[in-house]
């Protein structure tokens, strides 16, 4: 092989040499993507964010509802905190209230990175180290875990030193909450800020390696309908009925069904997390998904009650504690495949599957836990047909009949015990004394705003089994409970956000609105509906996950049709897209990332800093879990938070003890750098909270609008924003917000339609000089309009700091 050595030489001295170029230009790729682009911050430690955090915590302070105020951690213990005394330890009550948040925000994130653990675990056993990662037409794999750690997962191998360093810090953060470690409420928020970070990098784990080894949809649009609702549970065959979140198990269960041609045998069903997964799985190609999706948490109680399951699988996450003596006392055997939930039951992994059914069938034991998942998909339906027919014979009886109802709500003596001790505060009185006279209607609708906890039937000092009555009384409804749900279509492409981003970044898509979480409504699924409609019709993209996924599925309008029929799932404004289950909301932070990485052309690996100052400036989104209730749904919205994207909870999320809220009337916390100079840069307030709670959807649809309004608006974006601001306050609180004023910067971003009478309002109620000839303001806003203003809340990235 020819060589050149240094000196001069001219092209036609080269006859006969071989330049191999390529060579040295992959090895300049190479060293750029392992080291090159290496941001300041990969692999935060506990303090690696901090400064941001308290940054973020400077504008949105910390607002704490304590649920009590004792603390009972140690033995030095109870120390009663009331009135910020001191507890023997020396912590005072907001400290130890945002030790309480800080607990919450990590068992949630070690749910999702437990699980991510676990699956991860299972499938490099199954598919190999090197199975490659695919999640359709991206180049951009993992934002969280590349903008976080600074690794570029190619391969489930790769996953794994995600994973170890998410265990890692969550080890680190679980010391922290032990009695005298931190004693600063502002320190222990920016821990749960962490939390909350590592919560999605978790979640991103968990859903990349599923998407990637179980066929589920690759950023499809078109993924699959399927059907939902308790309705649809055809209950004439033997019904396999499966709770939880980890779908490897009931995976194996389908392809067990398939294999030994029994999917048209068996009515297999899912609640929770692990339904909607299960109608993900193998329909990355098309076709329908043959399981059927029964609904959320809320659901739970009421199908086991109902007596239709023949067999009940569960995995982990959100699964009642009291499904094995409730499923025994109608002869459901119950199969555990998880070692977070156990169940007390006799370990059957290494037995023989005749052995197991055997035993199971005869109810000789009411149980068995198999942590074998080859083993679980074939014993679980096989256990199905066979226990099913016994179960018919046995003419196994779970609700009442039409004359014990009347007798039992006849029985009824109207104490009010159950009501004080239902979390919705429902009618239940004034139902029973109906449905004792024949008039089932009360109970039928209190039916989809009941959450089936239970605790009703605790407390009658009647011994009615009120949730049974409730459940019966409202057949009639339960079998027109029929909906459609899109299956999960996993991330967001890397071609829709370089479509979408600059309508997104502009504000002429006025906004992400993410609903997603668990269904603790305060009045009923329906609200969930009414909201992601409204916004639909306005063009805001909706994304949707878990369990608010599932019941904006069960309403169709006029026609029939469901929103997901009526609605496409592209990534564009008035799209309604279901990313998946509760580990594909690290799609919706991602999708925020991408848009800085691939629209923005920021880097994003090892800088997170950057990116989530970009997207709280840049990207109008706002979470809303309505009926948030889990320790997870926490941890998702802190992340959220870190990454400068507000949240807001449905009521009950009060009861997380702490809210995250801004002054909008303070001018100083409303100011940031202009990255171009270094100058002040005046900012609207919004949003005006990283954390809140509010009480009726009719209050949340303006507050979604106002609380997309960010910085980077054009005045065509700012414009439309500020119309649906007005339009929705008028619409649903009937009348004009009383701030709108303050987001407008000139003439240009008034709603065009009403611009001549907004025009007259800044004149006569706030000063603002107007040119009436030319419909001009002249002055009164507090801000400028420049498109290409950089608003930066950090110093380092303005001209001439670095
Ligand atoms: S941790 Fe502190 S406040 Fe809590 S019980 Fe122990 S001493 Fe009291
Ligand atoms: S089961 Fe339903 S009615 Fe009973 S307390 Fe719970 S939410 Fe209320
Ligand atoms: S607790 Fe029992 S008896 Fe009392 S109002 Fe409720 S259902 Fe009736």
Known sequence: MSKISTGHFSIEDLENVQITIGKIVGAIEKKVEEEGDMGPTPKPGVSGLRDWDHQVLSRYQPVYTP?????????????????????ACGINLGAHQSREFLLRVITGAAAHSGHGRHLLHYLIERYGRDHPLDLGPSNLLAPNVQMVTGIKPKTLGDLEEAIEYVEEQLTQLLATVHMGQEGAAIDFESKAMHGGMLDHVGMEISDLAQVSCLGMPKSDPDAPLAEIGMGCIDAAKPVLLVIGHNVAGVANMIDYMHENNLSDKIELGGLCCTAIDMIRYQMDKGGKPYAKVVGTL??????????????????????????????????????????????GLRNRSKDKADAIIEDLASGKEAGALILDLDLVGEVAPRLALKVAPIRKEKGIKALPSDEELTALAAKCVHCGACELVCPNNLGIMDAMKACAEGDLTKFEILHDHCVACGRCDQDCPKDIPVLDVIEKASQKVISQEKGIVRSGRGQISDPEIRQEGVNLVMGTTPGIIALVGCSNYPEGTKDLYRLAEEMLKRNYIMVTSGCSAMDLGMYKDEEGKTLYERYPAKFLGGNLINVGSCVSNSHISGTAIKVAAIFAQRNITGNYEEIADYIMNRIGAVGVA??????????????CNRLGIPVVVGPHGSKYRRALIGKPYEEEHWKLYDARNGETLPIPASPEFMLTTVETVEELMPM????????????????????????????????????????????????????????????KEHGWEIDWKRKKIISGPTMKSDVSAQPTNLKRLCKGEC
């Open 626 to 639: 309505w009926g948030a209730y889990s320790q997870k749904a926490v941890a998702i919205g802190t992340g």
């Open 67 to 87: 649920m009590c105020d004792q603390c009972c951690y140690c033995t030095f213990g109870k120390c009663d905190l009331g009135g910020n005394k001191e507890g």
């Open 298 to 343: 809320a659901k739970e109680l009421k199908m086991i009650r109902s007596g239709i399951p023949d067999v009940i699988v569960v995995d982990e996450q959100c699964v009642r504690a009291d499904v094995l003596e409730e499923a025994k006392r109608l002869s459901i055997p119950v199969i555990t495949t998880n070692e977070k939930i156990m169940y």
């Open 704 to 763: 979604l609008a106002k609380n997309c309004i960010r910085p980077s608006d054009n005045n065509m974006g700012r414009m439309i924003k500020l119309t649906h601001y007005i339009e929705l306050s008028q619409k649903y609180l009937g009348q004009m917000p009383d701030d709108w004023h303050r987001f407008v910067r000139t003439e240009t971003d008034l709603p065009l339609a009403k611009r001549e009478e907004l025009l007259k309002i800044l004149e």
